[in-house]
Structures are given as structure tokens and as C-alpha cells.
């Protein structure tokens, strides 16, 4: 996997929506390397020690993006598979 988009930013969905007291998380998507440079069909990748979320370039300029996020036992699992 190659680096992708920056870091994405975003608030816990804890947060209240009067501001104060938020965490903010960040993420590194990354693209597979054997992704094209000229887009199209591809997957994105954010690893963290507890959860791997999974998502489509083709939408990762959206803010509110969906996203799978799933175990990395899961992930390796499949990745096995």
C-alpha cells in the first residue's frame, strides 16, 4: 500500500454539537499500490491497533463518506482468504 489522501480529521460522534470538550481522531488512507494513478475502482485503507476501516476512493473527497470498519483479526482473515 502506498500513502493516499492526508490525514482526515474528524470529531467523535460523542461530541455534543455546542463544541468544548471533543476528540479529534486522524486517520492516513491509503490506496493499494497496484491502484493506477488516474483513479477509478479503488479501495482505501486506515489501519489502527484496534479497527481497520475500509472505504471508496471514488468518494473520499465526501466528508461524510461511508466507511466498513472491522477487527484486524477480521481484516487479516480476510486478507488471508
Not at 502506498?2 to 479529534?24: D, H, N, P, R, V
Amino acid at each position: 500500500m502506498s500513502s493516499g489522501t492526508a490525514l482526515e480529521w474528524f470529531k467523535s460522534s460523542y461530541s455534543g454539537s455546542e463544541g468544548g470538550q471533543c476528540l479529534e481522531v486522524a486517520y492516513e488512507w491509503r490506496k493499494s499500490s497496484y491502484s493506477g494513478d488516474e483513479g477509478g475502482q479503488c479501495v482505501e485503507v486506515a489501519t489502527h491497533p484496534t479497527a481497520i476501516h475500509i472505504r471508496d476512493s471514488k468518494t473520499a473527497a465526501d466528508t461524510d463518506t461511508p466507511h466498513i470498519t472491522v477487527a484486524p483479526t477480521a481484516w487479516s482473515a480476510f486478507l488471508a482468504w
